[in-house]
């Protein structure tokens, strides 16, 4: 087992890697404390072989097909007729007036896109940020 300094480590750090690849350990220090291992890297095909063989995985649901007798095209009718429910219920929704609007606004109104709204101007600062000085060159 080497042990190198970190500043050695840094500078010759391809060298370190060829040693490790040849097998001998090499030990980085930082101020004769031992901080990280620098080894070969081992193959995950040939640590496979060495471990205990891993138990197949469970599968779930679909484990075994054909256990769940599901018609496919009735359940596609059911999802288009639950879609077009929904779509339904959606545009009369957007029909009703919003609740608690005195006079039962609509959303067109409250989007700001009806006829009889007036626009909104907004008014400078008097002060902050934004506000004109006097003497400024603005």
């Known amino acids: 087992m080497k042990q190198v300094n970190l500043y050695e480590a840094k500078t ?5 890697v060829d040693e490790a690849a040849a097998g001998e350990e090499i030990v980085i220090a930082k101020n004769g404390k031992p901080l990280a291992k620098l080894l070969a890297f081992e193959d ?16 779930g649901q679909w484990a075994t097909p054909g256990t769940k007798n599901i018609n496919w095209d009735e359940w596609w009718r059911d999802w288009k007729a639950m ?7 959606f545009e009369a929704s957007i029909a009703k ?12 109104h409250r989007r700001g896109l009806a006829e009889d709204a007036t626009p909104v101007t ?13 003497g400024s060159r603005r």
């Not at 010759?12 to 370190?16: A, R």
């Not at 879609?83 to 339904?88: F, L, T, V």
């Not at 907004?122 to 006097?134: C, D, E, I, N, V």
Request: aromatic share 4%.
């Open 122 to 134: 907004l008014k400078k600062p008097k002060s902050g940020r934004f506000a004109k000085r006097k």
């Open 44 to 59: 995950e095909r040939a640590r496979s072989d060495t471990r205990a063989k891993k138990e197949p995985r469970k599968l």
């Open 12 to 16: 010759h750090l391809s060298s370190l």
């Open 97 to 108: 007036p919003f609740p608690g609007e005195p006079g039962g606004a609509k959303l067109k």
């Open 83 to 89: 879609d077009k429910e929904i779509e339904a219920d």
